[in-house]
């Protein structure tokens, strides 16, 4: 159980400004993240590391000297957008390029990508380096769609260390790159975890039994399996990873035994004398073995074993000198530096000139997406109904959240003078940041690539917006990787850009067009909204559906209504 | 719930040992404990802390360069053995004397203090420092009653720091008498806690409440109410500390946020957020503070907040460099020397010479204790039985421990060739190693001083014998601090050494007066023990007790009616 809380609103960034106030001498605090408060030389290549919260001490306690240059923290489980982790990037950047390392999870894999593409194009140099270590995930023949565990720290590790060597971007990803080819884990989980506030834990493992090979948030294993004493546990881990040794090896390993929270240091001792044993017995040589908390999961009890296979490259970047607050080794000595402190404000880009047509164009979508937001502020319940039956039943709450910060950056945006594409594209962002998960991300992206067919100097035309709504479309396929018929909002985007496309050719009104463009969007999302003319506002009606509607088909249907509904506003 | 073991026997001393194993640079593994495997200056005050398992990081995790010297660690929540310290305090020993940490507990208390009489014997100089800084556990003007809990590492941490500085045995004493007077820790608990292989928890938290002021191993608090918000529970922590703020204070304060084991780091972080607001909004000022476990109670979820009042002594030495497995600051770092690994054998004496007569006696008390460790092994559960009515149901498992310890070290010593002085004295350290908890420690005092009426050099004499029992009473009593009436074994012991001494000298020989004796002690005890003769076993008998028998005092009658068996065999 979580018992420490203010609710779980806030949670996570109160833990990481409590963190970053505790550790003064490693880490400074910037929006969503931490960067080193730690003097580092120009021109060297920066690792960024992060991921959802939930797993302290990753990612913020891997930041100091040796290992990361920053940390990027999304709620508990659920990835930072990609706004934040630019944010955090910009703050991190010393001129040598960013490396961003995360554990290979779809969310984080889609928020990473966008943020290295908007770093590029902002003339940062930016890659990314998903972690792929857990071998219950995928087999071997696959072993780039396995999960990110533990290993995380030993590849951030490495990767830290070859950039303080002083490696360019290329030498820092390739050692980083096989690194996370020689590292593997296996775990078990004997509980599931209970998100801080919650009334119910987010999954269970039955009394008695554990979940071999469960992921860091409950994804499935390979079996369960009564629990058994450490000695066979120990044999257990050590089997499977030894399995995956590569041919070439000579034995020698780094070793992390990590605890995944409500396990005790002295169960992970009582563990290690028998792993460390099954190792040996096996001729590994174990290299600076780590047992300790390094990648946790809430309140789960269980564990894991990581093991990198060493050459001689890799051994001298984890035996290299760091200093973080959870690890630390060698003389180096993290010490805070005023000179270190950039201006937060370098995270955020200016606001260009603007015309004033497009001024007022801006004006106007501000206003449109304050109904937006109302309207699924209403239908926040049901859309969290909808997604409860396949989903986490958490789609109304990021909906909600995301449209409510998207209005108040569009309308801040537009008070300071933005045109049309700026109040848009901030509006992106803030719905990318604020809503959490995989379709606050792709509404992040599709807002902004939106953004982007219109300007700050002309008039919106109907013609920029279909434009829009194709690219929109066009950024989700791309990130997302969804096509028509996988039951997403793709569904019900495809039939609104094209109903739109062609309405705009013709000759409608972009009133015309829009309203026809809704009713193919909620027809295909297999969901009507019953619309309250007085309010403009709607609620999901799931009553032409065959089997069941996909939640993000019908918010979007719903968002398509409300558009509607404020065009034809007096 | 502990879910990585091998069953509750051995999970303490393998913890160790991997523990051990996992920090070659810091520590050393010697029996019972750990010591520094770095150089340490000759002279040098020794900084020895320990005291149950369970707890980690204490005791182990505080050894290292600016800290402990040593940790001793008894079985999971009970105090280690007086040998056990004694021991490990040899193996520590660099020449400048001992200071010896621990909580304050009843237990610890009794083998840290003999631990110091057997050292100061030796000629080695010890004192004991026990922390009182659990303001739930007594009122201020009984400060020196209260338990210890995280503070203790702030003590030690400042300890350590003196002696670190070269500071003397008396300065270093002074040192740590002030930071202990200087420091005041609350916490509360919101689950109770299982130890390893147990079927159910030691003792439980109601859903939805908080223990607050429940002592690292259940001990009762001040009150149980409903749990709070984080920011609410910030305030009361600091409210409770903030009101024991000595005269004097410049608001100058050492901090530790300590988890009890189950609670997340980011549960810590949000709350610290808190507690930090508040402390400076009431004008204190915070020097290092650290959030973390530090003292932990298995798998209890709780916290608790310390306070160490500083002035520029304390402030200078809590500052130090220290560099420890779960403590670093500064540019100290640990270095594991060879030179330091000094023979494992230096913890224990070798035997001296004895006489033909003396090692007739050695061997007969060896086979004596076998016959007394069979029949409290026959006794063990229904020992244990009476124990569980007012007790945790362990004496008889400790006394059968106990028993086959001493039996085994007897045997080995007489067969070493050691006379009945040292068999007598080995039995009586093993007896207390291995029976644990605070009747094992009086065991082996009681045996111990009885040991020390006999020689190796002459036969056994009746009056030896009287001289000897009267001397065990004196130590039991001594130590145990006990009156006649308040049911422990000292009811069952004093008419014991009473009716014996007066047969003996009214010219009764050994047996006669050792029957009338064993009589005497099973009246007082309340309970009979039915004889098998011809095992020359026994099993109590609870049939004159008024009002329920003590476990300790009937164990005595058992022992004493063992002796009378094996002396009437053919």
Same mark, same amino acid.
């Given at each position: ?18 963190? =970053? ?11 969503? +993240? ?15 590391? +992060?991921? !959802?919260? !939930? ?32 944010? %955090? ?23 990473? /990508?966008? =943020? ?29 769609? &396995?999960? +990110? ?21 290329? !030498? ?46 409950? @994804? ?30 000579? +034995? ?29 017995? &096996? ?9 300790? @908390? ?27 000198? %760091? ?57 926040? *319940? ?19 959240? #995301? ?15 933005? #045109? ?7 509006? =992106?962002? =803030? ?23 219109? /300007? ?19 950024? %989700? ?54 619309? *309250? ?38």
């Amino acid at each position: 159980m979580t018992f420490i809380h203010d609710g779980k609103e806030g949670f996570a960034a109160t833990a990481l400004a409590g963190f =970053a106030s505790a550790h003064p001498r490693h880490v400074r605090h910037v929006p969503n +993240g931490v960067v080193r408060s730690t003097a580092v030389p120009s021109g060297k290549v920066s690792l960024l590391v +992060g991921g !959802g919260s !939930g797993h302290f001490p990753a990612f913020a306690g891997y930041v100091g000297p040796g290992l990361a240059d920053a940390a990027v923290a999304g709620d508990v489980f659920a990835s930072p957008s990609t706004q934040a982790i630019a944010g %955090v990037a910009r703050a991190a950047n010393h001129g040598g390029g960013i490396l961003m390392g995360f554990g290979n999870y779809a969310g984080d894999v889609l928020n990473f /990508s966008q =943020a290295a593409e908007r770093l590029k194009a902002e003339g940062i140099e930016a890659r990314i380096l998903p972690v792929t270590d857990d071998v219950a995930s995928a087999p071997p023949d696959q072993a780039s769609l &396995r999960r +990110g565990v533990a290993g995380d720290l030993v590849v951030f590790k490495i990767a830290g260390a070859a950039a303080e060597e002083g490696l360019d971007l290329d !030498g820092v990803e390739r050692v980083a790159r096989h690194a996370n080819e020689r590292t593997v884990s296996f775990g078990v989980a004997f509980s599931g975890c209970t998100f801080p506030g919650a009334p119910a834990p987010l999954f269970t493992v039955p009394h008695g039994r554990m979940g071999v090979g469960l992921g860091i948030h409950g @994804e499935p294993g390979i079996s369960e399996e009564p629990i058994v004493p450490a000695r066979e546990l120990a044999r257990m881990l050590v089997e499977k990873l030894a399995a995956e040794k590569p041919a070439g090896s000579d +034995g020698r390993v780094a070793v992390i035994l990590n605890g995944l929270g409500a396990s005790k240091y002295e169960e992970l001792y009582v563990l290690w004398s028998s792993v460390e044993r099954e190792l040996r017995e &096996r001729g590994f040589t174990l290299v600076d073995p780590e047992v300790g @908390e390094f990648v946790t999961s809430l309140d789960m009890a269980g564990c894991s074993l990581t093991l990198c296979f060493l050459d001689d490259e890799l051994e001298a970047y984890w035996r290299a000198a %760091v200093d973080t607050p959870v690890l630390r080794k060698g003389p180096m000595q993290a010490q805070a530096s005023a000179a270190a402190h950039h201006s937060v404000a370098s995270t955020e880009a200016a606001i260009s000139d603007a015309s004033e047509e497009s001024r007022a164009g801006g004006a106007c979508l501000a206003g449109l997406l304050d109904d937006l937001a109302a309207m699924l502020a209403e239908a926040e *319940e049901e859309l969290g109904r909808l997604d409860a039956v396949a989903g986490d039943g958490d789609h109304g709450h990021g909906m909600r959240r #995301g449209a409510e910060a998207a209005a108040k950056a569009a309308q801040d945006a537009a008070r300071r003078g933005a #045109g049309a594409a700026t109040v848009l594209a901030r509006a =992106a962002d =803030a719905w990318a940041d604020r809503a959490g998960g995989t379709s606050g991300a792709l509404w992040g992206l599709a807002l902004r690539a939106w953004s982007e067919a219109l /300007s700050d100097t002309a008039a919106i035309t109907k013609q920029a917006v279909a434009n829009g709504a194709a690219a929109a479309l066009a950024a %989700v396929v791309r990130a997302g990787g969804a096509k028509p018929g996988d039951k997403t909002l793709v569904d019900a985007m495809t039939p609104f850009v094209s109903t739109l496309r062609d309405a705009v050719d013709r000759g409608a009104s972009l009133e015309d067009a829009w309203d026809e463009a809704t009713g193919a969007a909620q027809a295909a999302a297999g969901a009507t909204a019953q619309m *309250e003319p007085k309010l403009g506002r709607a609620r999901p009606l799931a009553a032409r559906s065959v089997g069941h509607p996909d939640p993000g088909a019908v918010s979007l249907g719903l968002a398509a209504a409300a558009v509607s509904a404020f065009m034809r506003k007096p």
